[in-house]
């Protein structure tokens, strides 16, 4: 500690009021134990006179108080946990009851947070002056001083807020930030209320009391010995409590509160709640969240630089996919390197979640068979592992352990901002692929070969370790060694001697490898049991010297009790079915990522003209608007690969020809079972799709070489879509009773019945259309009454409202292949069609609480849905959907409105029973800024991949990947211009100082854009330095007092830090030791005049997207993408680009019904005006692939409908409100079809 705090604490421990009138209490602070003194009616008026907080209080309110403690030291740069304690009367207890817990921040962090949150106008009354009845300070004229005295009031509310603390994406060890946290989102939520009232109504001498006061054991009840000759700072040695143990007397014990299970719903409301709070606040950026943006295709325009020629050593080529979610997992695929020498591969990646991945590798040879053997393969494990152990981390031959991989962001609060972690392994002789896998705590796709490594280091590092380094009151300079102690390789040895037999416990009774949705939530509540016991055993005395270095015995023998609650306070929330109500993100990623390394090749494209446009004497020749093109590779869980050039404009029969390859940075993996397909687009200079052309599913092995070749012929298309664009009517579905049969009606009336029309007829809403472009199927789902049907799985028919699914062809015969509705559902259901179709059955969510997935056949055949199928393809932990669509790499997405969740569901290789299913894991949750969502009401899929939601409550548009992360491709509001020669180090991917400051003096910290969207930071804030130090700063050396300013916030600068000035009030600091930059602004907050902000720099990653034509520069550290193009008079034009496009600005309500999206990336959004009663509400409006409006000031048609499809021939498929009579007289929902004018009339 650097100084201390000498505060009086007042409590309120009426909720002991069970107790007798003269128990004793005790405080424990990090500076030792004191008692407690009873008030008086004297010495609380003494106390109001010198305290703002407690001059405010009535004298009933005062009365509350029942003691205090005087002068009590607590340091001035941490936070600082204290508890008070009382001699237990419970039978096995060994150690005193907790009659409050609490953790005091210094004033100074204090007045910090105030200042900023007066700033943004949200200072709360303090919550300890709301628990003793003041309702508003808002006339109070020292805010700060008032906030300083309430945080010296004490109550059960303290405690409450403590354990809510604990959580690991909730907790830090940052001052400042942990005051803002607990007054701006714990305290002030209204279910907060409802756990302060559950720890009073069970007391410890209760009959259900909120904690166990116990000692540690591991899962079979052994205890586990704590390291008996641990030495605290003084030298002396730890004396643990001791109690009688199956007849043994004298047994050294840990203590333990181990909360209980009847805290867990009251409890995981408020963690659910607060964390979708704290994921939406701007200032927590790059400590409490951080977004890992993505990306869906790699683009490449201009002339490409053609494959090297075909050799051996070509062929020795390998690139990385992933066949998971990569949620919380990014894979630098400029780092993939093969030394054909030595025969080693390498690839980096960054493990942006809070917890903790083992790595494995199995290889793969040319028949799929797994090569257990291999001739070559290093020793990964320290020497003096046993054998015993080392099979414990590696249990089975055919996985090799490769390392272990840890957070690259922060750990409550404490930046471990690392670099990619490299993994690299031999590729053995006869191996064709590596599969690797990274594994650790999640949900879904267990693999207990690889996952327990990542168990292991993720309760005990991630979690368990920076619990009791909060405990302790350490502070954040004090665990600047925690970043590093756990990289060595040599000190896993001892963590897993000590792990091993809790977690083959833990895993023998808690995993159910299939993937059910509660097995991270019981991982968590079994390891809060013994993780302790790891903590404090001799054989973690490396860990236990570091971590007594800074303590007295004392402080360590207090702390001990609550070591496990941040893993039971991590459990209530992780549950599949609790994330669907939360933004907490410990669980949304899968338990094992799997990466598939291959052997590459290159793809040699070869497009030509459609064969209609040439004769058997003339070569056929490109369209007459035929401008340029666009060649799309995908191929399952990867990204798209795209190429784009211009058409020859002279020689009009000439082919265009790409090649895909490592030199150009996109070759393609190559292996037995992988498969590709490429989608070539030939547009106008208008974007007007003249042709297409999709080839089949291709198996990825090279024909010559290491390169395969194709050749396709476009067909050609017609109808570009310009500003002045306006749909019109084509055709409607009718039925003709005489034919029985339905047709395709022309030149008749145009729908118009309004959503106010349904309440007067039998259809009662349109819920969903969607399409299959592949089989020409037109799916919907709607819902009406006097149908005649059964419902869910009734055998008798009936006229109630029911929901139906109705099937048709799009092409000239609507009935041929038809499937008609049989029966009804009683809960609202979903269907969605790609290659294959599906709908979401909802009768099984009452019994299992799962909705399951079920097919659909898209070929003719049946007529009707299969209702009876007990196959399931995937399960939503939802009772429905609000819309649902197919992705074409495996996966159907769905958006839960009510929850303000994008659902993501892998599909499996084939159906399965509905027990076993894969469960859709829940995404986003509620907020403004980027990865966040509120309302959102629909969704669609482009042809490169991305997940383009439609929000109601943030007006806009938002694209994800099939891993919910943010996909920056929407252009954004900050715009600026860059010197022309900086192209030349763009050229070569090289990112100078000069570019850094370039960047400083153009990119605000802080987005202030009229039009801008949360996030507001633009740069992830660190910490704020007094305004004395931009003297230092100017002067450009770094002093001690600098220095130790970057210290005491776990930022330790390196040998060789400088300061560069890059404009008056803005500073770039470089510590090239460390590998970071750090971005230093005067009064950057905008808080303090005086003060001095620092950030985190930029770390840009240049793509050449066209040599001196284009690039994009990825910040990864910011979650910032710039597009820079080359521009007029020598200059670069620079964009931000972002996930999120902004709609249209409206001046009267409006209600946004549905998207959709064409292969070139143009979006249609459908809306109503007001309440949607007349039908020149209706508007459809078009967007550039950009995010622009194609025309800011007129609509692209007035169609009254409330779904919509659009197929990639620009056809508009539309579900209206107005009804038709089917066969049998049943009301069923009128279907139309729109296109674009004729761009010749």
């Given amino acids: ?47 109001a006179a010198r305290n703002a907080a407690l001059g405010m209080l009535s004298e009933a309110q005062l009365a509350r108080l029942s003691h205090f403690a005087d002068t009590v030291s607590l340091a001035d740069d941490a936070v600082s946990f204290c508890w008070v304690g009382y001699p237990s009367a419970r039978r096995g207890a060994v150690c005193d009851e907790s009659a409050v817990v609490f953790q005091h921040a210094p004033a100074g962090a204090v007045r910090r947070a105030v200042r900023a949150m007066r700033r943004d106008g949200v200072l709360p009354t303090p919550s300890s002056l709301l628990h003793l009845g003041v309702q508003s300070v808002a006339d109070h004229a020292d805010a700060e001083e008032l906030h300083v005295a309430a945080a010296t009031v004490i109550s059960l509310r303290d405690t409450a807020q403590t354990m809510i603390m604990q959580h690991p994406e909730i907790g830090t060890l940052i001052p400042d930030t942990h005051v803002r946290i607990a007054k701006q989102l714990i305290t002030v939520q209204p279910c907060f209320t409802d756990l302060v009232s559950y720890l009073s109504g069970h007391p410890p001498e209760g009959s259900d009391p909120w904690y166990e006061n116990t000692y540690v054991t591991d899962l079979e009840g052994n205890v586990m010995p704590p390291d008996t000759h641990l030495p605290d700072k003084t030298s002396t040695p730890v004396h643990w409590p001791t109690t009688d143990v199956d007849g043994e007397d004298d047994v050294a014990v840990i203590p333990q509160h181990r909360l209980s299970e009847g805290l867990d719903e009251v409890l995981g409301t408020v963690v659910r709640v607060v964390g979708t709070a704290l994921k939406q606040q701007p200032w927590l950026k790059g400590q409490q969240w951080s977004t890992q943006h993505a990306v869906t295709e790699i683009a490449r325009s201009g002339e490409p630089v053609l494959a090297a020629p075909n050799s051996e050593a070509a062929q020795a080529r390998w690139t990385v996919a992933n066949t998971t979610s990569t949620f919380g997992l990014e894979i630098c695929a400029d780092t993939i390197n093969f030394d054909p020498i030595a025969n080693w591969l390498t690839f980096s990646v960054k493990n942006w979640a809070g917890r903790t991945l083992g790595a494995y590798v199995q290889f793969v040879d040319i028949n799929g068979a797994v090569i257990t053997q291999p001739e070559t393969w290093p020793g990964q494990f320290p020497d003096d592992m046993s054998i015993e152990h080392r099979q414990w981390v590696q249990p089975n031959a055919g996985k090799k352990f490769v390392k272990h991989i840890g957070p690259s962001n922060t750990i409550f609060g404490i930046p471990v901002w690392a670099d990619a972690e490299a993994l690299a392994f031999p590729i053995p002789k006869g191996a064709v692929g590596a599969n690797v896998m990274l594994g650790g705590l999640g949900n879904g796709n267990w693999d207990m070969d690889v996952d327990r490594v990542g168990l292991v280091y993720t309760c005990v590092v991630s979690y368990g370790i920076p619990s009791l380094l909060s405990l302790l009151s350490v502070g954040v300079k004090s665990t600047t060694w925690y970043t590093d102690v756990f990289k060595n390789p040599s000190n896993m040895m001892p963590l897993i001697t000590v792990s091993a037999i809790p977690f083959t416990q833990l895993l023998a009774h808690n995993v159910d490898a299939r993937g059910a949705e509660q ?24 860990l236990g010297t ?63 003209p459609a064969r209609s446009a040439g004769t058997d004497t003339q070569q056929p020749i490109w369209p007459k608007l035929a401008d340029h093109y666009v060649i799309q590779v995908s191929y399952p869980g990867g990204l798209t690969l795209t190429r784009s050039g211009r058409i020859p404009e002279f020689i009009r029969d000439k082919p265009v020809r790409q090649v895909f390859s490592l030199a150009t940075g996109d070759a393609l993996p190559s292996a037995q079972g992988q498969q590709f397909q490429v989608t070539a687009n030939v547009y106008s200079a208008k974007n007007w799709l003249c042709g297409q052309w999709v080839s089949d599913w291709i198996d990825a092995v090279p024909t010559d070489g290491d390169m395969r070749r194709l050749t396709g012929a476009i067909t050609e298309m017609t109808i570009p879509l310009v500003p002045d664009t306006r749909y019109q009517f084509y055709a ?77 062809s799009t092409l000239d015969k609507p009935g041929r292949g038809m499937l008609s509705p049989t029966r ?43 209702y009876a199928a007990t196959v399931s393809w995937g399960a939503f932990g939802v009772d429905h959907l609000n819309a649902m669509a197919v992705h074409p790499d495996g996966y159907v997405a769905g958006i839960a409105t009510q929850y303000d969740k994008l659902m993501i569901l892998t599909l499996p290789e084939a159906g399965c029973t509905d027990k076993s299913a894969p469960v859709a894991l829940p995404f986003c949750g509620t907020g403004e800024r980027e990865g966040l969502l509120i309302k959102p009401v629909a969704l669609t899929i482009s042809s490169d991949g991305r997940i383009l939601v439609l929000e109601q409550g943030n007006a806009r548009i938002q694209a994800f990947d099939i891993h919910a992360n943010p996909v920056q491709c929407f252009s954004g509001a900050l715009a600026f211009d860059l010197p022309g020669e900086f192209a030349a180090q763009l050229d070569d991917a090289a990112a100078s100082t000069a570019l850094l400051k370039a960047l400083q003096t153009r990119v605000p910290v802080l987005n202030t854009a009229p039009s801008r969207y949360n996030p507001r930071y633009l740069a992830a804030p660190v910490f704020g330095m007094p305004g004395a130090v931009a003297a230092v700063l100017d002067a450009g050396t770094v002093t001690a007092d600098l220095a130790a300013q970057f210290d005491r916030h776990a930022m330790t600068l390196g040998e060789g830090a400088a300061i560069v000035t890059t404009a008056r009030g803005i500073w770039l600091l470089t510590d090239p030791a460390n590998g970071v930059n750090y971005d230093i602004r005067l009064n950057g907050e905008g808080v303090d005049p005086s003060e001095v902000d620092v950030y985190r720099c930029f770390t840009p990653a240049i793509d050449v997207v066209a040599k001196g034509a284009e690039w994009a520069v990825i910040d990864r550290t910011n979650a910032l993408r710039f597009s820079i193009k080359a521009g007029d008079a020598g200059t670069l034009k620079c964009r931000i680009l972002t996930s999120v496009m902004r709609l249209k600005p409206v001046t009267t309500p409006v209600t946004y019904l549905d998207v959709a999206v064409e292969s070139k990336g143009f979006l249609y959004v459908q809306s109503y005006a007001n309440n949607g009663s007349n039908p020149a509400d209706y ?44 066969p049998a007289g049943r009301a069923e929902p009128v279907v139309s079809q729109w296109s674009p004018p004729d761009p010749g009339a």
């Fill in 1 to 47: 500690m650097s100084g201390l705090d000498v505060v009086t604490l007042h409590f309120d421990l009426g909720h002991l009021g069970h107790l007798a009138p003269d128990q004793q209490f005790t405080l424990k602070t990090p500076g030792g134990h004191r008692r407690l003194t009873r008030h008086t009616p004297q010495t609380r008026r003494e106390h």
């Fill in 519 to 542: 097995t991270a939530k019981r991982i968590l509540v079994a390891a809060c049991r013994f993780v302790a016991g790891i903590v404090f055993s001799s054989a973690m005395k490396f």
């Fill in 546 to 608: 570091k971590i007594a270095a800074y303590l007295t015995e004392q402080q360590i023998l207090q702390s001990a009790p609550f070591v496990g609650w941040a893993l039971k306070v991590a459990s209530v929330a992780c549950a599949i079915a609790d994330m669907v109500a939360t933004s907490i993100e410990v669980g949304c990623s899968p338990a094992t990522y799997q990466l598939e390394a291959r052997r590459s090749m290159s793809l040699d494209v070869t497009l030509t």
């Fill in 732 to 808: 409607k579905l009718g039925y003709s009773a005489e034919a029985k049969t339905y047709v395709w009606l022309r030149n008749r009336e145009v729908p118009t019945t309004t959503a106010a029309g349904l309440a007067r007829q039998d259809v009662r809403e349109p819920v969903a259309i969607t399409l299959s472009d592949e089989a020409k199927k037109l799916g919907y789902c709607y819902r009406a009454r006097n149908q005649n049907l059964p419902v869910d799985n009734s055998s008798t028919p009936g006229p109630d409202e029911m929901f139906l699914f109705k099937s048709i």
């Fill in 824 to 866: 009804g559902f009683s809960v609202r259901p979903a269907i969605a069609y790609g290659e294959h179709g599906y709908y979401l059955d909802t009768r099984t969510f009452a019994a299992t609480k799962l909705s399951h997935l079920r097919p659909v056949t898209l070929t003719d055949g049946e007529s009707t849905f299969d």
């Fill in 1179 to 1222: 508007h459809l409006d078009i967007y550039n692939p950009d995010g622009t409006p194609l025309n800011d000031t007129a609509h692209q048609g007035q169609i009254v409908a409330a779904r919509m499809a659009v197929d990639q021939a620009r056809t508009l498929y539309a579900l209206h409100y107005d009804q038709l009579q089917g």
